[in-house]
Nanobody, 124 residues
Framework: QVQLVESGGGLVQAGGSLRLSCAAS????????MGWFRQAPGKEREFVAA????????YYADSVKGRFTISRDNAKNTVALQINSLKPEDTAVYYC?????????????????WGQGTQVTVSS
C-alpha cells in the first residue's frame, strides 16, 4: 500500500508561483512512475505532468508546458510540481498519483494510488 500526501496549495494572484509537494510512503517509491493531475469545479480530472521512476523522462500537458516543472527526490520519497506564471484557469484541486509500473503514462486510470489533493486558487 502506498500513501500520498500533497501540500503546498493556496491562494495566489495571477502571475505568481507555487510549489506543490507530494510525500509518499513505501520502500519502493523509487520504482514508481509519478504524476500530477488536477480537477477544476465542474470539469473532469485532467493530466498535468508525469515523471519516470528515475526522473529522466517527463511529460507535460500542452496547457502547462513552459510554466510547470515536475521533479522527484527518491531519497526523500517526494515529488514536486513547481508552478510559475499562474493563471486563473489553473485553479483546481491538484492530485498526486503513483503508478507501480515503470511505464510512464498520462492516463489517470492507469495510476494505482492517489493523494487527497491540495487546492490551488488563482485570483485575477
Amino acid at each position: 500500500q502506498v500513501q500520498l500526501v500533497e501540500s503546498g496549495g493556496g491562494l495566489v494572484q495571477a502571475g505568481g508561483s507555487l510549489r506543490l509537494s507530494c510525500a509518499a510512503s513505501g520502500r519502493t517509491f523509487s520504482s514508481y512512475g509519478m504524476g500530477w493531475f488536477r480537477q477544476a469545479p465542474g470539469k473532469e480530472r485532467e493530466f498535468v505532468a508525469a515523471i519516470s521512476w528515475s526522473g529522466g523522462i517527463t511529460y507535460y500537458a500542452d496547457s502547462v508546458k513552459g510554466r510547470f516543472t515536475i521533479s522527484r527526490d527518491n531519497a526523500k520519497n517526494t515529488v514536486a510540481l513547481q508552478i510559475n506564471s499562474l493563471k486563473p484557469e489553473d485553479t483546481a484541486v491538484y492530485y498526486c498519483a503513483a503508478r507501480t509500473s515503470r511505464v510512464l503514462t498520462m492516463r489517470g486510470l492507469e495510476y494505482d494510488y492517489w493523494g487527497q489533493g491540495t487546492q490551488v486558487t488563482v485570483s485575477s
